[in-house]
């Protein structure tokens, strides 16, 4: 792999576990693709609505949320194993590990 590829790799499993954070902090689990941009940017990770919404749909295929579309917003909803990679109970290949973050 390129450094340039190594480096979109990084930054991508590092968004995703703000995603997860950001869902576990809400009162029912849940955020829009629109508000999950708004958080990534305040945090650096400046990136398009399209790219937030290829990460949810990774953050799915890994398990780790749900998705909900009405009209053309995706919602994500944080599930257990999800919760479980937070609490390092269990580890989310594609996802940084929380004790990376520190």
């Known amino acids: ?47 398009d609505r399209d790219w937030i919404r290829t990460q949810m749909r990774k953050l799915a295929e890994l398990g780790a949320v749900s998705l909900h579309e009405a009209g053309d917003v995706l919602f994500a909803r944080i599930e257990g194993p999800g919760h479980d990679h937070l609490e390092e109970r269990s580890i989310i290949e594609g996802v940084m590990r929380p004790s990376e973050d520190r």
């Open 1 to 47: 792999m390129s450094l340039a590829a190594d480096l979109a790799a990084a930054i991508a499993r590092e968004a995703r576990l703000r995603m997860l954070r950001e869902l576990a902090g809400q009162t029912d689990g849940r955020l829009s693709d629109i508000l999950l941009k708004r958080t990534l940017d305040i945090y650096g990770y400046r990136r």
